[in-house]
């Protein structure tokens, strides 16, 4: 990264705050953390209208809900194939508006069909929400790790992930506050208009980039291999040729696994909740926009633990321990929770080990996701990430329907037993961050020599 020469000034003192951001490094920095800002802001307007449509379908909405993750995992096969065979054929910018275009328009298809009533809508939008919600925030990560080297992420990573928390907490914000005026639904229409913003950044951020490599000594090549369309090939081939890639994959399924069926825990004691406060009068608004304040306001609660942990914690954990040891703390804090709600699932004990699961996962963790890649090819940057971070997510999911199926239908499982599977799953998840630290060390090794 080339670095200027130019005094520190004030504004770089108080990025200091989040990671360890130089001179010259700002502008993209702070362009990357905004575009990120914007997706996140979008997906935290599309996920309380996501869950809350599917939670009050019926008695049953958690259940199906859970179910619904098993038709993702199937779907992102097909999506992670047509992401790749995009990604050989032209350039990142182009790879990303395409992707983010084609979104863009299938939101407003799902703002008229809902107004034309549409039976069933409900369950395609969430089969989309979950891929969109995924894809997105990936190759935004693939274009930063494309742009720096993995002594320069390790740095500035923090930002950008700070980014992240504040559009979250800007989204949960603006949704719940939004929901009780003009209804849930309308908000379809903000979410297209943020992802139309988020384009004309990674254009101009792209843009720069190419500048500042032009004015290097190599810039012609350099900017040759960043125009350029990825080598062919899928996502899945690259997973299964490195084991380092492996290893988080399957890390990603015990990580979500664990994630999903806490989230099922939480849906549950909500649903409770809202037929509870319906019952007593507590609230006069119907069962779906009564869930989707509730979810929004969760969310808002998650996302300002976030924000402190991105600004206060994550930088020093990278600063202290680095990605490798930065990897142990979601497992850990995972098994300790879901073993205190095994002893006990009071709507206090699940709320608050979601709440501590979640806050951990989107700002340590979701950085730390994001470093892992900083060390692989351009082509593992963008389509095995895309791969890890969508499908192998989305077989988290699978395998967490599958444990509420047979949970809830021939097992008779309460909620402590299902805490007492995550603490398993824990467990495993924790043996494959050793596993994915060993890669880590060799491969840094490799490319320091």
Do not use: C
């Amino acid at each position: 990264m080339n670095i200027e020469k130019t005094p520190v000034g004030l504004g770089y003192r108080a990025l200091r705050i989040f990671g360890d951001i130089r001179p010259g490094e700002g502008p993209t920095v702070f362009l990357l953390a905004l575009n990120i800002f914007l997706i996140m802001a979008n997906y935290y307007i599309i996920k309380p209208i996501r869950d809350a449509w599917m939670v009050s379908y019926s008695d049953k909405g958690p259940n199906f809900k859970s179910y619904l993750g098993a038709v993702i995992a199937v779907l992102l096969i097909f999506v992670v194939k047509a992401f790749s065979k995009i990604a050989s054929r032209v350039p990142r910018q182009i790879l990303i508006t395409q992707v983010t275009l084609a979104f863009i328009a299938t939101l407003a298809i799902f703002y008229i069909l809902n107004l034309l009533n549409v039976p069933m809508l409900g369950v395609f939008f969430f089969l989309w929400a979950g891929i969109i919600s995924l894809l997105l925030p990936a190759q935004l990560w693939g274009f930063a790790n494309d742009i720096y080297t993995e002594d320069v992420g390790k740095r500035v990573f923090p930002f950008i992930a700070f980014g992240a928390a504040t559009g979250s907490i800007a989204g949960s914000t603006l949704t719940g506050k939004l929901i009780p005026i003009v209804g849930r639904f309308n908000l379809m229409l903000v979410g297209a208009a943020i992802l139309g913003t988020s384009i004309g950044l990674t254009w101009i951020i792209h843009k720069r980039e190419i500048r500042r490599i032009e004015d290097k000594k190599s810039g012609a090549a350099a900017q040759k291999i960043h125009e350029q369309p990825l080598k062919p090939g899928g996502g899945f081939q690259l997973v299964f040729k490195s084991r380092y890639l492996l290893y988080i994959a399957i890390l990603i399924i015990f990580l979500n696994w664990a994630n999903t069926l806490g989230q099922f825990m939480l849906d549950t004691v909500f649903k409770r909740a809202a037929g509870d406060a319906i019952k007593t009068g507590a609230t006069i608004l119907n069962e779906g926009n009564y869930l989707g304040q509730l979810y929004a306001n969760f969310f808002l609660k998650v996302n300002i633990a976030v924000l402190i942990i991105q600004l206060f914690v994550v930088s020093r954990v990278f600063k202290w321990l680095g990605v490798r040891g930065a990897i142990f703390f979601l497992p850990m804090i995972s098994l300790g929770g879901y073993f205190f709600v095994s002893l006990g699932a009071t709507l206090l004990a699940v709320s608050w080990t979601k709440f501590f699961e979640n806050a951990m996962d989107y700002s340590l963790m979701n950085t730390t996701r994001g470093a892992l890649y900083l060390i692989t090819s351009r082509e593992e940057k963008y389509k095995a990430k895309a791969a890890i971070d969508t499908l192998f997510v989305r077989v988290g999911d699978l395998l967490s329907a599958l444990t509420v199926f047979l949970g809830t239908t021939y097992l008779a499982f309460r909620t402590e037993n299902f805490a007492m599977l995550n603490v398993v799953v824990a467990v495993v998840w924790l043996i494959m961050a050793v596993l994915i630290v060993r890669e880590h060390k060799k491969k840094s090794a490799l490319l320091t020599t």
